[in-house]
């Protein structure tokens, strides 16, 4: 069994209050939100007023995933907006441990996301100090993509160095999961499962959530 967390890019943004109430009475461990800047990925989604006004009706905590270039900029301010984790790019901060501690700092979980190309050896010097690490299995800028296989791998790396150094860290697997995907991530030692357009587009999403809950 993991820990949920829908990503709100996939909900209705007209409808967002409704959508979060709809996270709020399920499942779901934590609510993913996905900032994208244009820059880092070739979308862009949202920023900080829409990060506080999620977290004015979420009941969940706010896993905020910053696909943006320098982050550095903006941690105070998604603190502020309600984040209980950010998450920064492997590949966006060549300053990573300074921006870590400086997530930390702020009282919030600090998490680091690899894209598919970067290996989890990359991160060695770093995972002590973390409490995510984000794997992604498409690449980042949009929902819905197809899952890439080699994650599991990945997953099963980052397991291995975990148990071997007693970290604690979760390993959270972002993008194109669903049924078909969870319990091999799981197995391979995913302890987060993001979902967007699996859960948001199927009929009824709360019901998703439960069936990847009980995977
Ligand atoms: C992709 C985002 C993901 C995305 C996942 O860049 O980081 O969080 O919302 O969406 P699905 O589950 O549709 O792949
Ligand atoms: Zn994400």
């Known amino acids: 069994m993991a820990e949920i967390a829908p990503s709100i890019l996939a909900a209705d943004f007209a409808n967002l209050q409704r959508d979060i109430e709809m996270l709020n009475a399920s499942e779901a461990d934590y609510i993913h939100v996905d900032i994208m800047d244009g820059m880092f990925v070739p979308n862009i989604s949202f920023g900080i007023p829409v990060c506080e006004a999620i977290h004015k009706h979420a009941r969940k905590p706010l896993d905020v995933h910053l696909m943006i270039e320098q982050p550095d900029r903006y941690l105070e301010a998604f603190s502020k907006a309600g984040a209980w984790g950010l998450t920064v790019h492997y590949e966006a901060c060549p300053h990573l441990h300074s921006t870590v501690q ?114």
């Open 102 to 215: 400086h997530i930390r700092q702020l009282g919030v979980q600090p998490g680091v996301a690899i894209n598919p190309h970067t290996p989890v050896e990359a991160l060695s010097e770093i995972l002590p100090d973390l409490s995510l690490v984000l794997v992604m299995s498409v690449n980042p800028g949009f929902g819905g993509q197809k899952f890439i296989e080699n994650t599991y791998k990945k997953v099963a790396t980052l397991k291995a160095l975990k148990e071997k150094f007693g970290y604690n860290f979760k390993i959270e697997v972002d993008g194109g999961v669903n049924l078909d995907n969870a319990a091999s991530l799981i197995q391979n030692g995913a302890d987060i499962l993001v979902a967007g357009s699996f859960v948001f587009g199927s009929a009824n999403p709360t019901a998703t959530i439960a069936d990847l809950k009980n995977k």
